[in-house]
């Protein structure tokens, strides 16, 4: 390290923070930290290791600036985001496009030198008189294959404590490795405060460097901008994967437990808001992740890790009832950090949907609030904001799987992709292969909007592998990864897709939250080949009697004939709408667009025209039975 590098870290670390940084002999870490501390411009710098020390003195920076406060129950802490800064911000998420890489249109780019002269002109010196906080975590199990080690500079304490709750930690990690360069970096700053929250979001960025894998973001606090190893990683990590063969996915990942004690592992793709982590906390199955998966081939067989630790959760509808294992951790003392909640005068915390009477008054994100409060256009500041979150450890849950730090991950026999979709998919069906499900069912998937992003609601977009947000390369590349990723596996995994969101013409939901339970069970014995199913021209949907017979073992309720009808009726008109909208999309606006995805949409195109001819628009499930499957 040059003099004058050295002088300046140890006039900003105390001796034993820089003796923290030199340890890791890495000149990679050193670097980047020096180049951000001359930038930013911190009154001081802070580096915390793998202690319990260093991770105690984040909890109480937090509590000390006002990031957090503590709420009633022990360890239980809320943050406030600002107002308009409590969900991701796609519009001022962007790649640095260098002048000679194409990314395809799909994608945000802003041009690499003009986005990174904006973005330092942001860090100079942002963080004066504040600590810069310098932080080493690990995405995926630590010692695996899987590894990813991490650092992240913030100014942000609750960011940092995030991270703690959230990740595996990493400085031994990175300091086994030696001086690699292999990792990635964050650089984040929550800007100029004012009241505590980002004042300048209107200059919010997260500017993504693909080749250096650096991210970038200003001016926000909101976890899904900022907390690094989230959703700012996942773009870097799919580019990653792509040119190593392997893949990252908005994925859950969970053990379900069949008949004896089988256990057969899911890994499922469901857009933000859209039941990802209601399925992976079912109860009767347990957790492996409810957010980030890397799947790696190996021996002929697929594996899965939870990229994570923690879950960052929407509280909104969490409830005793249906989710038990949530509500008793966030109703237990531990560590949990709620954030744009409502927080009444006796520190317990009240959001959407949860079942608890709200108190007349209280503090939520827009300060003091009580019952009735209007905001400048006259509109009900609701108690809580609808992508409220909670932070909280995995360990901390009863229902986690034993296998979440298996180095090697576990063996994934099923892939399974949800929307949000109130007209189309049956709540559960089944590919005919691997090729059909990555092609109808994950490159397919369309979702309703929702709160978890900036912007309106409720607009029905195509959301490919539920991980459109997070694709860094050209999407028809990222389609084949898919394709071709289990060339050379025995026996590839199942792909489902499931809806939890289907309506009745009248616009009733047709299943009811905890049907959730049945379909997975079900999924779980066609993996396993223990029941068969009904080929129909869009996938292999279950038979009435095996699903009568999971109601009453697993919800110990009727399941009426009637209700079966209603649920898993081919809608044909609706099916065909939908592929000629992905079609359109796949050859207009995609320009890369593998050649197999739009023959394979044209012959379930075929297959639907065909029966709709015979038996007409809408079509019973019984019709298609005594075909083969299987
Ligand atoms: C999501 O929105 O998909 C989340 C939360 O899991 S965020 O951290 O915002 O990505
Ligand atoms: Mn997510």
């Not at 600002?82 to 890489?101: E, F, M």
């Not at 000629?580 to 075929?606: F, M």
Request: glycine share 8%; aromatic share 10%; net charge negative.
């Amino acid at each position: 390290m040059e003099e004058e590098a050295v002088t300046l870290l140890k006039a900003k670390c105390s001796e034993e923070n820089y003796k923290k940084l030199v340890a890791l002999n890495n000149p990679g870490v050193l670097d980047f930290v020096e180049k951000y501390v001359k930038l930013c411009h911190p009154g001081s710098v802070y580096v915390c290791n793998d202690s319990e020390d260093d991770r105690q003195y984040i909890r109480n920076k937090s509590l000390e600036n006002g990031e957090e406060r503590k709420l009633a129950i022990e360890g239980h802490t809320i943050h406030f985001d600002g107002v308009n800064d409590q969900a991701r911000d796609k519009a001022n998420t962007k790649y640095l496009l260098p002048g000679d890489t194409d990314l395809g249109a799909s994608l945000n780019t802003v041009d690499k030198q003009e986005g990174l002269e904006e973005i330092s002109g942001y860090f100079k010196n942002i963080m004066a008189g504040r600590e810069m906080y310098v932080l080493f975590f690990c995405l995926g199990p630590t010692n695996s294959e899987f590894s990813l080690p991490c650092v992240q500079i913030t100014d942000s304490s609750y960011v940092a404590h995030s991270e703690y709750i959230l990740y595996r930690r990493g400085y031994e990690q990175l300091k086994r490795m030696g001086s690699t360069n292999r990792f990635f970096r964050y650089v984040h700053s929550a800007g100029v405060l004012e009241k505590g929250v980002s004042k300048n979001v209107d200059k919010r960025r997260i500017y993504i460097d693909l080749e250096e894998a650096i991210v970038y973001s200003i001016n926000t606090q909101y976890a899904g901008n900022t907390v690094g190893l989230k959703k700012l990683s996942l773009r870097l990590a799919v580019r990653k994967a792509s040119q190593e063969g392997w893949l990252a996915e908005h994925m859950l990942v969970m053990g379900i437990h069949g008949p004896g004690k089988r256990i057969s592992y899911l890994a499922g793709a469901f857009p933000s808001t859209c039941g990802k982590t209601s399925t992976a906390m079912l109860k009767g199955e347990t957790i492996v992740g409810d957010d980030i998966a890397y799947l790696r081939k190996k021996k002929g067989k697929i594996y899965a890790v939870n990229v994570e630790g923690g879950i960052f959760g929407i509280l909104r509808d969490v409830n005793p009832k249906d989710d038990p294992a949530i509500w008793e951790a966030l109703t237990s003392p531990g560590e949990v950090i709620f954030s744009n909640v409502l927080v009444s005068e006796e520190g317990i915390p009240y959001w959407l949907g949860g079942g608890r009477e709200i108190p007349e008054r209280g503090v939520n994100y827009s300060g003091q609030w009580y019952k009735g409060k209007k905001d400048f256009q006259g509109n009900d500041i609701p108690h809580a904001h609808k992508n409220a979150r909670y932070t909280v450890s995995l360990y901390a849950l009863k229902n986690v799987d034993p296998e979440l730090d298996n180095p090697e991950g576990v063996e994934t026999k099923g892939i399974i992709y949800g929307g949000r979709d109130s007209s189309i998919c049956p709540p559960v069906q089944e590919a005919f292969d691997w090729v059909h499900g990555v092609i109808t069912m994950g490159a397919s998937l369309e979702s309703e909007t929702t709160a978890a992003t900036l912007g309106k609601e409720g607009v029905r977009q195509l959301n490919p592998m539920s991980n459109i947000d997070f694709v860094s390369i050209p999407l028809g590349k990222y389609i084949d990864n898919h394709l071709k990723f289990v060339e050379g596996v025995d026996v590839p995994p199942s792909i489902f897709s499931v809806n939890y969101f289907l309506k009745d013409k009248g616009g009733k939901y047709l299943t009811a939250m905890e049907d959730k339970r049945v379909w997975i069970k079900w999924m779980e014995l066609r993996i396993n080949r223990d029941v068969e199913a009904i080929k129909t021209p869009t996938g292999y949907v279950p038979q009435y009697e095996d699903l009568k017979r999971l109601f009453a073992e697993v919800l110990d309720k009727d399941y009426p004939e009637d209700d079966y009808l209603k649920q898993f009726t081919l809608r044909i008109p609706e099916n065909l709408a939908k592929i000629e909208r992905i079609t359109e999309v796949y050859t207009r606006k995609v320009s890369d667009t593998p050649e197999v995805l739009v023959n394979v949409l044209a012959e379930q195109k075929e297959r639907l025209e065909i029966a709709g001819a015979k038996y007409g628009d809408y079509v019973p499930p019984s019709v298609f039975r005594g075909q083969e499957t299987p």
